[in-house]
């Protein structure tokens, strides 16, 4: 596809549940960012990998949060021991490269809603 | 420090009336702009970005905005608004922290278009 695709678009779990959401970037986009909009709030950074270099993970809230891409494309993004205050939409973001190009624009996904029930 | 303010959490215009969402911001240098849109269950979609060039920027759907350093805003507007029109939309700065470009965004302004 020519957009970033987010999968599942809906997720419900039980607190306590490990959650996976997959994020497919554009092709050809080196940096990948997660972020999590909950309601009433705006964007909150999560995590950002460029190529292949450490990632930048200053943003995840708790060591339960983590996230991994592999072959430098598709990331996971897990929550172990889910809580109801993850309940979120979990955007991800892809850019060509590190600085987003001349710009910075990042285009994004449609989300991954995440309810913890 | 890069900030962004949303002045209006609710903005609501008549179809066919100009429609003005504020934004103002605060950054150490000069800035990368954006503002973004967001339909009910869809993903980001950029209106418009503004990168040191031309202060009025034109964007998708008959949006603009202009740069206005001595105030530091970036006021989204069209002349005109239409139904389709409503959704939440949010102003970005764009900053670089390490080898990466960051956004932050504004809280959000959920414009409603009334018939």
């Known amino acids: 596809g020519a957009g970033v695709s987010q999968s599942p678009s809906n997720k419900v779990t039980e607190k306590g549940k490990d959650v996976e959401l997959r994020c497919d970037p554009i092709?050809?986009?080196?940096?990948l960012y997660w972020y999590r909009q909950s309601l009433g709030q705006g964007l909150e950074f999560l995590i950002y990998?460029?190529?292949?270099?450490?990632?930048?993970k200053s943003g995840l809230p708790s060591d339960r949060f983590s996230a991994e891409r592999t072959g430098g494309s598709v990331s996971t993004l897990t929550i172990q021991r889910t809580q109801q205050e993850d309940s979120a939409v979990y955007l991800c973001?892809?850019?060509?490269?590190?600085?987003?190009?001349?710009?910075?624009?990042?285009?994004f996904g449609p989300g991954t809603r995440l309810t913890v029930l | 420090a890069q900030s962004v303010t949303q002045l209006d959490s609710h903005v609501s215009v008549s179809e066919g009336t100009p429609v003005l969402l504020r934004c103002n911001y605060s950054?150490?240098?000069?800035?990368?702009l954006f503002w973004y849109v967001q339909h009910p269950n869809k993903g980001l979609q950029l209106l418009l970005k503004?990168?040191?060039?031309?202060?009025l920027v034109k964007g998708i759907n008959g949006f603009e905005a202009e740069f206005k350093k001595s105030e530091t805003s970036f006021h989204l507007t069209k002349p005109s608004a239409h139904m389709s029109d409503a959704a939440e939309y949010f102003c970005?700065?764009?900053?670089?922290?390490?080898?990466?470009?960051?956004?932050?965004f504004g809280s959000g302004t959920q414009l409603t278009v009334l018939p």
């Open positions: 973001a892809s850019s060509w490269g590190g600085r987003g190009g001349s710009s910075g624009e990042q285009f």
């Open positions: 092709s050809g986009h080196t940096a």
């Open positions: 990998f460029q190529g292949n270099s450490a990632p930048d």
């Open positions: 950054s150490s240098y000069s800035p990368s």
């Open positions: 503004y990168t040191s060039a031309a202060t």
């Open positions: 970005v700065v764009s900053y670089i922290s390490g080898s990466a470009r960051q956004l932050t």
